[in-house]
């Protein structure tokens, strides 16, 4: 099947706008009005958008929807339109938008969007001044004190076809002055929107022999690997581009469905000693080919011809690196072949969706022949030691968390040794001292993998964790969103962080909008429940809670929630408490 045929269900900031008095205008001069309309659009309306990271889904007449991965740049982008409209507008003859936004869950197909979060913007959109924007209470409670820009409430609204009142806020050009700076720094420093974006999608194994799926896909992620590491370019984690993997594609789609400028395709041939790699790098926005080449080298070669990729591609966009991202991508880890190739297993393992007790043994096994082979491996000790934290989350081994956690910190301990200022190393070694307590030593050894590689979604949403714990909220918002926007097909996992967050800052109705997206696609999660109905006790959907809560029961019937707050190693109490309040709101049991 096609992608463009798939259907998809996903969280997304949805914006609707539409023209005031569009047809009076067009009565008056449908000529001139439509040339005014395409002027607005190509001038300031399609820039706009694209500058805050948005796809315009459709234009209906007078109309526009408009998807964003994130809220903050939804609202940003209607703002600007709305300044930029403004300082032109004609009172007779100039283009004035309403636009509404809104945060809810969306279904896609085709280029198409639809639900009840579509739904809503559209409302909201009417709900709109002419120049103003109208937001939903969700959004409200998502940008905070993100943006510097008022919004007054509005109060409760009932709409059509929505079967529930809906809580608005409004913005008007005149009661708001132009963003600071400070804003548009910080603004800049996360999202990074003026970097080239790129998605590397799993080479094609063409070796006769389809055990080598694994050699061709290790190739990939470490191309992956060496191009996070370049400060000047945003790079799709491994779990996103590879859901692409099999499939027949447009790379233009690729582009719009990732977010991205640009698309590296290739294949990988191996035969006995020798291997072939071909690689292409394509413009997604126009399909046309940037940079193609072709290596044929012996497989020993087979380090230097990664690398090489990686630099044709930072030389094709025209990005300089520093000398210190130079010595990052020409590092080699490992000259054992079959170790490599043991890690390779070991890696793609790890990112295996649903990983159960089955696969992590395997794994693990991957793991040991790796760094028997070559005992100063520190990416192999460093993989090989997250998959015994795993088991301290999951129990696969049946040796117990302390045991888990002891056989973890033994190999972490040997990759820092190996490489003190690795990336996985010290990667590693913050998930451990985050999930023992020790949230501050968590904090520094994540900045010195994030330092390596900007754009290293798992190292964002751990740092994203590390916050959460620590109370440090709005900060962990940051990171888990843009750890979603480089790692789409992986976002659910974040979600519940990200739903945390939000949570503990009092925004429980976006808790709620995210925990639900949640459970769309992880059904069996306890704790996801246990966090939803809290939240929906918090703000009175009494009922909704319970059934959550027995869904939650029929799903794990020992589900102990204090025990599970302790595990989160919260620095601040009362956010544990605020959980148990929200559960005992809804009249449900707050231990076991």
């Not at 919004?151 to 008007?172: A, M, S």
């Not at 193609?292 to 630099?311: G, K, M, N």
């Not at 002891?406 to 200022?421: N, Q, S």
């Not at 968590?442 to 109370?471: H, N, Q, W």
Request: net charge negative.
């Amino acid at each position: 099947m096609m992608a463009t045929d798939q259907i998809k269900r996903r969280l997304a900031a949805i914006l609707a706008a539409d023209v005031v008095g569009y047809s009076r205008l067009m009565a008056a001069d449908e000529i001139g009005t439509l040339a005014l309309l395409n002027q607005h659009r190509e001038t300031h309306f399609a820039p706009i958008i694209a500058s805050n990271n948005g796809r315009i889904v459709k234009l209906m007449g007078d109309g526009t929807l408009v998807e964003f991965n994130s809220v903050v740049d939804a609202v940003n982008c209607a703002v600007a339109i709305q300044r930029a409209a403004g300082s032109e507008k004609d009172d007779d003859t100039g283009i004035i938008l309403r636009i509404g936004i809104n945060l809810g869950d969306i279904i896609t197909q085709n280029d198409d969007i639809f639900g009840d979060g579509v739904n809503i913007a559209a409302r909201l959109e009417q709900l709109a001044e002419p120049g103003g924007i109208c937001i939903s209470s969700v959004v409200n409670e998502s940008i905070g004190s993100r943006i510097e820009e008022t919004f007054h409430d509005g109060g409760e609204v009932t709409v059509k076809n929505i079967d529930r009142p809906l809580q608005v806020f409004h913005w008007r050009a005149d009661d708001s002055s132009p963003p600071s700076t400070r804003g548009q720094s910080i603004k800049e420093s996360n999202n990074r929107s003026d970097n080239p974006a790129i998605a590397v999608l799993p080479f094609d194994n063409m070796s006769k022999d389809p055990d080598q799926e694994y050699f061709s896909d290790g190739i990939s992620e470490d191309i992956i690997t060496d191009l996070s590491k370049v400060s000047g370019l945003q790079v799709i984690a491994r779990n996103s581009s590879f859901a692409y993997k099999g499939r027949s594609v447009d790379l233009r789609m690729v582009g719009e469905e990732l977010g991205v400028n640009f698309v590296l395709e290739g294949s990988v041939r191996r035969a006995g000693e020798r291997v072939r790699i071909t690689a292409q790098l394509i413009n997604a926005e126009t399909g046309g080919h940037v940079w193609a080449d072709r290596y044929d080298r012996d497989l020993t070669d087979i380090f230097a011809v990664q690398d090489e990729v990686t630099f044709e591609i930072v030389n094709a966009l025209k990005i300089k690196l520093t000398s210190r991202e130079k010595a990052n991508i020409a590092q080699v880890e490992t000259t054992n072949l079959r170790a490599h190739e043991c890690y390779m297993q070991l890696r793609g393992l790890l990112f295996f969706p649903g990983m159960d007790e089955r696969i992590w043994r395997q794994a693990v096994a991957y793991g040991h022949e790796a760094i028997a082979l070559d005992p100063s491996y520190a990416p192999a000790h460093a993989i090989l030691s997250m998959m015994h934290l795993l088991d301290y989350h999951n129990g696969w081994s049946n040796d117990g968390s302390q045991i888990a956690l002891d056989k973890c910190k033994r190999l972490l301990d040997r990759a820092i040794e190996l490489d003190p200022d690795g990336l996985l190393s010290n990667h590693v070694f913050a998930a451990h001292a985050r999930w023992t307590g020790r949230l501050d030593i968590a904090e520094k050894s994540i900045a010195k993998s994030l330092a390596i590689s900007p754009d290293y979604a798992m190292g964002l949403f751990t740092r994203g964790e590390i916050y959460v714990a620590a109370g440090k909220l709005q900060e962990a918002i940051v990171d888990l969103e843009r750890a979603i926007r480089l790692n789409p097909s992986y976002g659910h996992q974040y979600l519940q962080f990200l739903a945390m967050a939000h949570f503990l800052q009092g925004n429980y109705e976006t808790a709620i909008v995210m925990l639900r997206e949640r459970l769309l696609s992880v059904r069996n999660t306890d704790v996801g429940r246990a966090w939803l109905a809290a939240a929906l006790g918090h703000v009175g959907e009494l009922d909704e809670a319970r059934r959550v809560w027995a869904d939650l029961l029929s799903i794990n019937a020992d589900f102990c929630i204090t025990t599970r707050l302790e595990r989160l190693k919260f620095a601040d109490k009362s956010h544990s408490d605020s959980v148990i309040a929200g559960l005992a709101k809804a009249g449900l049991p707050n231990s076991d």
